[in-house]
T-cell receptor, first 118, second 117 residues
Framework: GAVVSQHPSRVICKSGTSVKIECRSL??????MFWYRQFPKQSLMLMAT?????????EQGVEKDKFLINHASLTLSTLTVTSAHPEDSSFYIC??????????????FGPGTRLLVL | AQTVTQSQPEMSVQEAETVTLSCTYD???????LFWYKQPPSRQMILVIR??????QNATENRFSVNFQKAAKSFSLKISDSQLGDAAMYFC??????????????FGKGTLLTVNP
């Protein structure tokens, strides 16, 4: 149980294009999802908190117009990197918090998406 | 704001031996959760163990156990009978129990564990 999927696992795009990454909780409902960015050999950096049915809350320094987050259902959140540039190349990870039973209050992570912008 | 410190950037252990990873944290709260996550080379974050601060008993999950010292604000992870598959980056994380936290985690910088055959 407590499986979170991400799609795609890898994406290469040209500079200036937009890329959408999906995060799904497969066997539980998640009112809250998180998006992280991770640079090589570093810890996870929280980008934003996504609550179902409401606007995402972005961490300081994260451009909300560049990283669009939508949490339309209890099992799906999407991150769209708009007008991507090479400096946006990174590893993006989502997580979801369970809402009931043994999954409550624990973040479960997706496998991550490696984005390369050429 | 809460902070989490992992003072060991790298650790190594011989296969079948025991290793302890250190984690300290700073908080003024009395109720919170602590976690250890593992990130192997695949980069999938995997929950290893979690501890509720109100519980005095140390959490245990098979070969993984913690030494939770609330007064000292210390939360170390002990891995017994180390296996090659335990090689990974290990992150200690803190989460407030207050409703306003929105389940946000504060991570340490990680400890890279190498397991030698």
């Amino acid at each position: 149980g407590a499986v979170v999927s991400q799609h795609p696992s890898r994406v290469i795009c040209k500079s200036g294009t937009s890329v959408k990454i999906e995060c799904r909780s497969l066997d539980f409902q998640a009112t809250t999802m998180f998006w992280y960015r991770q640079f090589p050999k570093q810890s996870l950096m929280l980008m934003a908190t996504s609550n179902e049915g409401s606007k995402a809350t972005y961490e300081q320094g994260v451009e909300k117009d560049k990283f669009l987050i939508n949490h339309a259902s209890l099992t799906l959140s999407t991150l769209t990197v708009t007008s991507a540039h090479p400096e946006d190349s990174s590893f993006y990870i989502c997580s979801a918090v369970g809402t009931s039973g043994g999954w409550r209050e624990t973040q479960y992570f997706g496998p991550g998406t490696r984005l390369l912008v050429l | 704001a809460q902070t989490v410190t992992q003072s060991q950037p790298e650790m190594s252990v011989q296969e079948a031996e025991t290793v302890t990873l250190s984690c300290t944290y700073d908080t003024s709260e009395s109720d919170y959760y602590l976690f250890w996550y593992k990130q192997p080379p695949s980069r999938q974050m995997i929950l290893v163990i979690r501890q509720e601060a109100y519980k005095q008993q140390n959490a245990t999950e098979n070969r993984f156990s913690v030494n939770f010292q609330k007064a000292a604000k210390s939360f170390s992870l002990k891995i017994s009978d180390s296996q090659l598959g335990d090689a990974a980056m290990y992150f200690c994380a803190y989460r407030s129990a207050s409703g306003g936290s929105n389940y946000k985690l504060t991570f340490g910088k990680g400890t890279l564990l190498t397991v030698n055959p």
